[in-house]
């Protein structure tokens, strides 16, 4: 394939209604840098980054790959995650988006280039919580995190396409997208894979990988991610996962959240998976030091002090059921959304 001109502006791309051209985006940054808020800022910082003649910008790293750092991304590399998601949703030119993702990070830096450079009218909006409220605009495509999601759930019949990253989707959350007309898709990704590499619906338990991704396991059995197109190596992740098929993965959990009780490996993802539709707050499971069993399960709840019937935990199999239940205030949460789960137990 022939590399496409990453600093091309499509002829059909528009900015808040307002076709602009690489002039007109560099005029537009120079004004979100001088009297811009500050979401605007750094939007503005970002358009002059990816028109200068360096051939990479930079990033913060997610984390999910080791301790978060500051890594170099290419700019061609960029487009061709774009073309990817374009091909796998069937994104055309013309196409209505929402960008209400903070340009701090690759999701929102990626749903301004793919709106640039694939010729999309792109309503550009402050990344808040509500940035749906009392939308009538139909959307074809929008990337939300999942608490911009809970507080949209009354405007997302107007939005045809809507992923969701950044952090984990609730239980309770994923019973009322199921209910809507929306076609909602859960995705799979990193800042070292320039967004996602794999989706799912999220009525399905497994991702499908987007075109032109490999994927495979260590001996860990975590997902090892090859894309020639966007990283000359290799990406080892810490995800442990069950190799479906050549296209696609059940996500088990993290293996550094992988809780050891007497000799059982337990995922807590799978765990509050089973224990999802029954709570009625934020909570997580996380494993904690104990002499006899080297970690004991405990759950860890967001919010006052409740009681549970005997029946609460049947779901769960006899060493999955929680020895210990904490309450905590608040959760200590990314900026992203994800729950510090360590850093919260140290609160308890």
């Known amino acids: 394939m022939n590399k496409p001109d990453y600093i091309k502006v499509h002829p059909n791309f528009k900015w808040n209604g307002v076709a602009r051209d690489k002039k007109g985006l560099l005029a537009l940054a120079n004004d979100f840098i001088k009297e811009g808020e500050e979401f605007e800022r750094i939007t503005g ?3 002059l980054d990816w028109f200068d003649t360096k051939k990479y910008v930079t990033a913060t790293s997610s984390g999910t790959t080791g301790i978060p750092k500051k890594i170099k991304i290419d700019k061609q590399a960029m487009v061709f995650s774009a073309l990817a998601t374009a091909e796998f949703f069937d994104l055309k030119a013309g ?3 929402l960008n209400c993702l903070s340009t ?3 999701a929102g830096k990626m749903m301004l280039i793919r709106s640039i450079f694939l010729g999309f009218e792109m309503d550009f909006v402050a990344p808040n919580s509500n940035s749906l409220k009392n939308n009538t ?7 939300m995190v999942p608490l911009q999601v809970e507080n949209s759930i009354n405007e997302l ?3 045809r396409k809507l992923i969701i990253g950044g952090a984990k989707i609730n239980q309770n959350l994923k019973s009322q997208l199921l209910d809507l007309p929306t076609l909602v898709y859960e995705t799979y990704g990193m800042t070292e894979t320039i967004t996602h590499i794999a989706v799912k619906k999220i009525s399905n338990n497994y991702f499908s990988v987007l075109p032109n991704v490999t994927i495979s396991t260590d001996d860990r059995n975590c997902l090892v991610i ?6 000359n190596a290799k990406i ?6 069950n190799i479906i098929s050549n296209s696609e993965f059940e996500l088990l959990g993290r293996i550094d959240n992988v809780i050891n009780s007497a000799g059982v490996k337990l995922f807590p993802e799978q765990i509050e998976m089973k224990l999802g539709n029954k709570m009625q707050t934020r909570f997580f499971v996380i494993g904690i030091p104990d002499d006899q069993y ?5 759950l860890v709840i967001e919010g006052d002090s409740i009681s549970f019937d005997d029946d609460f935990f049947n779901d769960l199999l006899p060493y999955e059921k929680p020895k210990t239940i904490h309450f905590i205030d608040n959760f200590l949460e990314t900026e992203s959304g994800k729950i510090k789960r360590k850093e919260t137990l140290n609160l308890v």
């Open 45 to 47: 910082e970002f358009l």
């Open 95 to 97: 196409n209505r988006v």
């Open 104 to 106: 701090n990070y690759i």
């Open 137 to 143: 605009i139909i959307y074809d495509f929008v990337a």
């Open 157 to 159: 019949v107007n939005v």
């Open 226 to 231: 090859d894309v020639p197109r966007i990283s």
């Open 236 to 241: 080892v992740t810490n995800d442990v996962v």
């Open 294 to 298: 080297g970690e004991q399960l405990a």
